[in-house]
């Protein structure tokens, strides 16, 4: 019997992470998205490739999919999922709730007697799942039903999806490396069929070490490079200062990731050793503009750096770095991206103290505040 995933996000990640790994699963992989041109490509071309670069790296050929503009065909997008043993997504938090009413109605429309579907986020965030069902319960008519007919995990995601060459049509250049980790006890014993995943009994400990050291370190080099003037994040890494504010960022990040759930130090430090030799595979041509996009969210009270920083703080230990590197993201101006202009704005408009609330949600009880306000004075003195 034939298998079918839906995946939101024909993008980048989605054609050349989740869809990659659904398809090397045996599944029929349905793209959904809203960009009519990628859409129509995806439709017109019977397969793609996923090229890892560097030499360990492999080619995979994608056949089997096909698209759907979830803008102008949701019946359509519907039927997909009433019918899918899977739906994924990969397009970003704040696009969840966009998706969440037609997984909805999918899910509705879904035979009772079929087995449940597994439904899960895979977004560079903290339990997106968890979001995603947020959203989809404000949009529910009869939640009861949607979750009788319907199993939702968080998960993990790890991979390098650069920017790529545009003239690379729908291939896609990654890193060789990749981590997808989910959590099964919301399966019990009947997980999906999904090789390229892990299930694992806890998602916390995957989830904090890869958001607190991969996406805090890339973002870092990315803050840090940018505001030395660096182009690429290899470029940056080779910069002697910027690879040393990472380290010390990711030694921070560590102890609380030790302290919080028990990880041995000794792998912690060949984990970063690991990270930090991905981020400056100079075959991975990642753009410090691209790696820094949407510094609010970044900025914001759970995600990469206030999210350990606060932790730390609340225990009495050093977060030196991690407010050195908060002082960094302060600096990135890039006019083409709608985030930054509004950081330079709420930069420009604010006293310090309530730039550090309205932008990492903390109040000024907090023991991190004093040292937040400080940096924003600092980055505010040299507009």
């Known amino acids: 019997m034939s298998k079918k995933a839906v995946h939101f996000g024909a993008g980048n990640i989605g054609r050349g992470f989740i869809g990659l790994l659904e398809h090397e699963a045996g599944y029929e992989v349905v793209f959904a998205d809203v960009s009519a041109a990628l859409i129509d490509a995806l439709n017109a071309q019977p397969s793609y490739r996923v090229h890892e670069v560097g030499e360990s790296g492999h080619d995979h050929t994608v056949t089997g999919y096909r698209g759907i503009n979830s803008a102008e065909h949701e019946d359509d997008l519907v039927h997909e999922i009433a019918t899918a043993d899977v739906v994924t997504t990969a397009v970003g938090p704040t696009i969840l709730r966009f998706v969440a009413p037609v997984i909805n109605r999918g899910i509705e429309s879904r035979d009772p007697s079929a087995a449940p579907l597994a439904v899960m986020a895979c977004e560079n965030a903290i339990n997106a799942t968890d979001v995603l069902v947020g959203e989809m319960k404000k949009a529910a008519g009869d939640w009861e039903t949607i979750a009788s007919r319907a199993v939702f995990a968080n998960t993990a995601v790890d991979r390098i999806v650069p920017a790529q060459d545009p003239n690379a049509g729908l291939d896609v250049a990654v890193e060789p490396f990749f981590e997808w980790a989910v959590e099964q006890p919301p399966f019990g014993d009947e997980v999906p069929d999904l090789p390229g995943a892990t299930f694992v009994p806890s998602l916390a400990p995957y989830i904090e070490r890869k958001l607190f050291t991969v996406n805090t370190g890339h973002a870092t080099a990315a803050y840090a490079g940018f505001a030395a003037g660096h182009h690429s994040i290899a470029e940056s890494l080779a910069d002697p200062a910027v690879a040393d504010l990472v380290k010390r960022v990711q030694a921070e990040t560590s102890t609380l990731l030790s302290r919080r759930h028990g990880l041995d130090p000794d792998d912690l430090a060949r984990y970063r050793e690991k990270i930090l030799n991905r981020f400056a595979e100079p075959a991975l041509p990642d753009t410090v503009e691209r790696v820094g996009r949407q510094p ?9 750096f206030i999210g350990p920083a606060a932790a730390l703080a609340e225990a ?16 990135f101006d890039v006019p083409e991206d709608p985030q930054s202009v509004e950081l330079q704005k709420l930069l420009a408009d604010l006293e310090p103290g309530e730039f550090v609330t309205q932008v990492t949600g903390l109040g000024s009880d907090h023991p991190l505040f004093g040292a937040l306000t400080a940096v924003v004075a600092d980055r505010q003195a040299n507009l």
């Open 296 to 304: 609010l969210r970044k900025l914001s009270g759970p995600e990469r």
């Open 316 to 331: 009495g230990l050093p977060v030196d770095a991690l407010v050195e590197a908060v002082g960094k993201a302060l600096q």
